[in-house]
């Protein structure tokens, strides 16, 4: 069974920073793609940050964060972490973590965390 984990919410004035981590764990044959989304009361869930880790490269970011939030990973602890800077109002939201992974091969599964609360406010 994987499981997804994140951690690090809470409340932030504007223009202040938080970090959000995310630990995958449980039987894992391989990780095809780990993401981030939010989502915001009355509102659909969006995608944040994004990498295939099939292709590598660099993450791919939502036009709303590009420029202030980075996700970063360390492989040998199969975390992945979004850090957020100059965090506006409009960042408030429940974070989720995403990752899509085979717990066996030629599987794929797409596993949720429970999410994160994230508060900007004055």
């Known amino acids: 069974q994987v499981q997804v984990v994140e951690s690090g919410g809470g409340s932030v004035q504007p223009g202040g920073s938080l970090t959000l981590s995310c630990a995958v764990s449980?039987?894992?044959?391989?990780?095809?793609?780990m993401s981030w989304y939010r989502q915001a009361p009355g509102r659909q869930r969006e995608l944040v940050a994004g990498?295939?880790?099939?292709?590598?490269?660099?993450?791919t970011y939502g036009a709303s964060v590009k420029g202030r939030f980075t996700m970063s990973r360390d492989d040998a602890k199969n975390t992945i972490y979004l850090q957020m800077n100059s965090l506006k109002s409009e960042d408030t939201a429940v974070y989720y973590c995403?990752?899509?992974?085979?717990?066996?091969?030629?599987?794929?599964?797409?596993?949720w965390g429970q999410g994160t609360q994230v508060t900007v406010s004055s």
């Open positions: 995403n990752a899509v992974v085979a717990g066996r091969p030629g599987t794929q599964d797409d596993v």
């Open positions: 449980g039987t894992i044959f391989s990780t095809y793609a």
């Open positions: 990498i295939d880790l099939q292709i590598g490269g660099q993450p």
